[in-house]
């Protein structure tokens, strides 16, 4: 990471906390943790805080609410997966539905990766 600041304004140094790199034809992101401050100019040198992770889920399950008053639910829902050959997934728990937060509340879209 290069940080390059022409030194005028208040701000003429940057706090860099890290720098994740994502390779998206494979989902794996590796995170560079620097946390301290880059003089104006400077080059710094970032190594890998880690292994590369997988930030792909093999599943992304999208629940729509109706928009209309009444159509809101405040229990539990769960999902399984049937694929061929009645194979079946493991049970999913998605969430409790809650006003508060909206979760399978009225009119609401609700996102859950697995």
Do not use: C
């Not at 022409?6 to 943790?33: D, K, N, P, Y």
């Not at 109706?66 to 969430?95: M, N, Q």
């Amino acid at each position: 990471v290069t940080h390059k600041d022409s030194g005028s304004g208040v701000h003429s140094q940057w706090h860099l906390s890290e720098v994740q790199v994502l390779v998206r034809a494979t989902g794996m992101r590796t995170t560079f943790a620097h946390n301290a401050w880059v003089d104006r100019g400077a080059s710094v040198t970032i190594e890998a805080a880690g292994a590369p992770e997988s930030v792909y889920k093999d599943y992304v399950a999208t629940v729509y609410t109706h928009a209309d008053t009444s159509s809101w639910f405040d229990g539990d829902v769960s999902l399984r997966l049937e694929g061929p050959g009645s194979a079946y997934s493991h049970t999913i728990k998605l969430g409790k539905g809650d006003e508060a937060t909206k979760v399978f509340h009225t009119n609401a879209v609700n996102t859950f990766e697995f």
